[in-house]
């Protein structure tokens, strides 16, 4: 499965400037010196990996990306003696990818033949670029140099995957490094028949997409509501205007009392929010006049100074099962990684030996620069962190979204694109960008809510009518228009039971899955060079009132009320051969 990707993705390969060329041009020799005691050919082609198969490394499809994502800049090339070899080896910085009639066609001759480890690094952060044009660097301290790199932290999710996608002020400058460890024996002098090598390169950072449904992201749901049908009445408002009793026709007055005094008001709504309150003056009487031409004889309401919270009179109690529907309208990213090797390190189960580069297997794990302190960790029962350690971490932590539903509001919610026209980062053509992040990884049992890249929607809960139904309330599976509804329902209600819905949002979290089912050590992980498209594909109802529910051991619990599935699109990563 992996040498049909890499066949497929050098047939691929296209020119650097556009990117859709999809013949590769052979590179000439032109220009080779007189005397040559070792040649080169390394063959930079398409990286079909990085993807959710265990054993191949290939996800559920490959995607071209933009433009932006595809294009190349400039290249570091380190050439380092392998093994006992005393070769020097080479670095070469080239500041300009020049592309002439489709191919990028640099060479070079070694001074030695014997083995090396080669490593190339495209669009490299300006560390790296900057290390590389040292003069006089040897080959293995800046090969010692790229493997070990890792990112310095930004201020936030955006400035630390800058370092590795800008150069300047725009995004196209995406930083790529050898997939796995690239060893060459040089023993051909020929200048006329090079030895050749084929390095195949990925991206330091993964994309997160999502595709909108075709309803503008709202969706269905059925509900037990129970409302009072509150006591209404309508009646002639006096008032007293330059010593003149005018009488003002009222149609709909709800009956209510104060909370502590439980004196009687009359509370007039509009758009269901308090305009007005009145008292009704029992010692006038009713009154007669016209409304519409039609003589109306109404009892009379005076201008009340009566203040503080209230509660409507017990009416009927009435239990209807209704379609509401539940927009979402905004999203946060949860636990972005702060950090990121500039080339892949993977272990084994047993995280004994770290290694940079290389393919997985099933019982591997990639690592990121923190995951082995992550892995020390120890989490509540509900999988979060006990205290505000995780901001060493990551982005967007759990801790900091549940603290206030307020301070998430303003700082963390994103507007949640309803259509593909929205925003133009788009990987395929039903999706919309929502974030590049970096790579997060921990064991399998560490692999919960506080700890793994997620992702938290927030829905705005409307009634059958097309309005929010504001704060609402849940209790044993039903919900209430009002505190006063459940009272009068359940008298002996328990408060500990009691769900609010502030302002009628709701919202849904779900972790990203790298590798579908919990046979893989990774699971629930963020891996370079990935596209996860997310996609709701079930929605089961009204979901948690806040923001990381808390009920539940595991990530995928059932409380979730939605189910996002991921689809794994590894990037195509287009380059032309580069002969040396």
Same mark, same amino acid.
């Given at each position: ?392 971490? /990551? +982005?967007?932590?759990?801790?900091? %979204?549940?603290? =206030?539903?307020?301070? &998430?509001? $303003? *700082?963390? @919610? ?64 039903? /919900? +209430?228009?009002?505190?006063?509804? %459940?009272?009068? =329902?359940?008298?002996? &209600?328990? $408060? *500990?039971? @009691? ?82």
């Amino acid at each position: 499965m992996k040498i049909k990707g890499l066949l497929l993705g050098m047939l691929a390969c296209a020119a650097m400037v556009a990117c859709t060329n999809e013949d590769i041009v052979e590179n000439n020799n032109g220009g080779q010196p007189e005397k040559a005691n070792a040649n080169l050919t390394l063959s930079i082609s398409t990286s079909t990996g990085s993807g959710r198969a265990a054993d191949a490394e290939v996800g559920d499809d490959t995607e071209n990306g933009t433009a932006e994502e595809g294009s190349i800049q400039d290249a570091v090339v380190v050439i380092s003696p392998a093994g006992e070899s005393q070769a020097t080896g080479l670095v070469r910085y080239y500041a300009n990818v020049a592309v002439v009639n489709g191919a990028f066609e640099p060479s070079f001759q070694l001074k030695q033949t014997g083995k090396y480890n080669v490593l190339v690094i495209l669009n490299p952060c300006a560390d790296i670029a900057e290390k590389a044009q040292i003069e006089g660097v040897p080959a293995s301290e800046l090969y010692s140099y790229v493997t070990n790199y890792s990112i310095q932290v930004g201020a936030d999710n955006d400035a630390s995957v800058d370092v590795v996608t800008k150069k300047g002020n725009a995004r196209n400058h995406f930083m790529m490094a050898n997939q796995e460890e690239v060893t060459v024996e040089i023993t051909n002098q020929d200048p006329e028949r090079p030895t050749t090598k084929t390095v195949l390169v990925e991206r330091v950072v993964s994309k997160i997409t999502f595709t909108p449904n075709a309803n503008k992201n709202k969706y269905p749901v059925n509900v037990d509501v129970t409302t009072i049908a509150t006591e209404i009445k309508a009646g002639w408002l006096k008032t007293e205007v330059n010593g003149n009793t005018q009488y003002t026709y009222i149609t709909v007055l709800n009956r209510a009392f104060l909370d502590e005094r439980d004196e009687e008001i009359w509370i007039l709504l509009e758009n269901g929010e308090e305009k007005a309150r009145y008292e009704l003056a029992g010692d006038l009487g009713d009154y007669t006049g016209f409304v519409d031409g039609k003589e109306t004889t109404a009892s009379v309401f005076v201008n009340t100074t009566k203040t503080g919270p209230f509660h409507y009179a017990e009416g009927k109690i009435e239990r209807t099962k209704e379609i509401w529907h539940v927009q979402l309208d905004k999203y946060a990213m949860v636990n972005l990684s702060k950090t990121v090797y500039a080339v892949r390190h993977k272990t084994v189960d047993d995280w004994k030996t770290i290694i940079p580069m290389g393919l997985l297997t099933g019982n591997d794990y990639l690592v990121d620069p923190k995951s082995t302190e992550k892995n020390d960790v120890v989490l509540t029962e509900a999988g979060l962190w006990d205290g505000d350690d995780a901001n060493s971490y /990551f +982005f967007n932590t759990v801790n900091e %979204l549940q603290t =206030s539903q307020d301070i &998430y509001d $303003s *700082e963390f @919610l994103k507007a949640l694109p309803t259509e593909v026209s929205e925003i133009g980062e788009n990987t395929k053509s039903q999706d919309v960008f929502l974030t590049y992040c970096l790579e997060n990884v921990v064991t399998k049992t560490q692999q919960q809510k506080g700890m793994v890249t997620g992702i938290v929607f927030r829905g705005e809960m409307l009634d059958a009518t097309g309005k929010n139904v504001g704060t609402i309330y849940k209790y044993d599976g039903l /919900f +209430f228009r009002s505190m006063d509804a %459940l009272k009068a =329902s359940v008298p002996n &209600y328990e $408060s *500990e039971k @009691l769900v609010t819905y502030t302002n009628g949002h709701c919202y849904y979290y779900a972790p990203i899955e790298h590798f579908k089912g919990d046979e893989n050590n990774m699971q629930y992980a963020i891996m370079r060079n990935n596209i996860y498209s997310l996609k709701i594909t079930s929605f089961k109802g009204i979901g948690s009132s806040t923001i990381i529910p808390e009920d539940g051991t595991t990530i995928d619990d059932e409380s979730a009320y939605l189910k996002l599935t991921t689809t794994i699109a590894p990037w195509v990563v287009r380059f032309n051969n580069i002969e040396f």
